[in-house]
């Protein structure tokens, strides 16, 4: 099991505060931003070494 770490807050403000410490700690967020229970915000990081890499996303074709 991977080790997670989460950031929740009251406000977006705290919420966006909270994940840019996760990020100077080289955590990589997982989750991104879910708003739960009425005006509260969460989000979970992993260890970089955790995290799974992006895989390429294929170009859209032109319509």
């Known amino acids: ?3 997670r770490f989460s950031v ?3 406000t977006r403000d705290e919420f966006v505060e909270g994940l840019q ?3 100077q ?3 990589v967020p997982v989750r ?3 708003q739960i229970g ?3 915000w969460m989000a979970r990081a992993v260890p970089r070494s955790a995290a799974r890499p992006q895989e ?3 170009a ?3 319509s």
């Open 1 to 3: 099991m991977v080790v």
């Open 8 to 10: 929740q807050a009251d």
């Open 21 to 23: 410490q996760l990020v």
């Open 25 to 27: 700690l080289d955590l």
């Open 32 to 34: 991104l931003t879910a």
């Open 38 to 40: 009425g005006d509260r």
């Open 56 to 58: 390429p996303r294929e």
């Open 60 to 62: 859209e074709p032109a």
